[in-house]
């Protein structure tokens, strides 16, 4: 039904920057919110920033001054800069949308990008 295809994941040292990228595509009548979790080894995915269609993007605090979500029509970004090691994960790009009128809304996920922060 929604598809999502991530890029930009990679290898970077502490301080340098990294541009991700997450394109929705497939039978998408509407898309609610689209955003950025991670996971890291042994840690539960959280929340990275979000950006929904109606409201307030929200930040991790942990990454607010460094990172920012945009959107471009079906397409999320999110700009990593000031990078740290404590940032490695596997980042996962989230869309909440409909696939129908008559449906309700439901996360999709992307496949996952890893990210790696050396020191």
């Known amino acids: 039904q929604v598809q999502l295809v991530e890029s930009g994941g990679g290898l970077v040292q502490a301080g340098g920057s990294l541009r991700l990228s997450c394109a929705a595509s497939?039978?998408?009548?509407?898309?609610?919110?689209m955003g950025w979790y991670r996971q890291a080894p042994g840690k539960q995915r959280e929340l990275v920033a979000r950006?929904?269609?109606?409201?307030t993007t929200n930040y991790a605090d942990s990454v607010k001054g460094r990172f920012a979500i945009s959107r471009d029509k079906n397409t999320v970004y999110l700009q990593m800069n000031s990078l740290k090691p404590e940032d490695t994960a596997v980042y996962y790009c989230?869309?909440?949308?409909?696939?129908?009128?008559?449906?309700?809304?439901?996360?999709?996920w992307g496949q996952g990008t890893q990210v790696t922060v050396s020191s």
């Open positions: 497939g039978s998408i009548f509407s898309i609610n919110a």
């Open positions: 950006i929904p269609i109606i409201g």
């Open positions: 989230n869309v909440y949308a409909r696939y129908a009128r008559s449906s309700d809304p439901s996360d999709y």
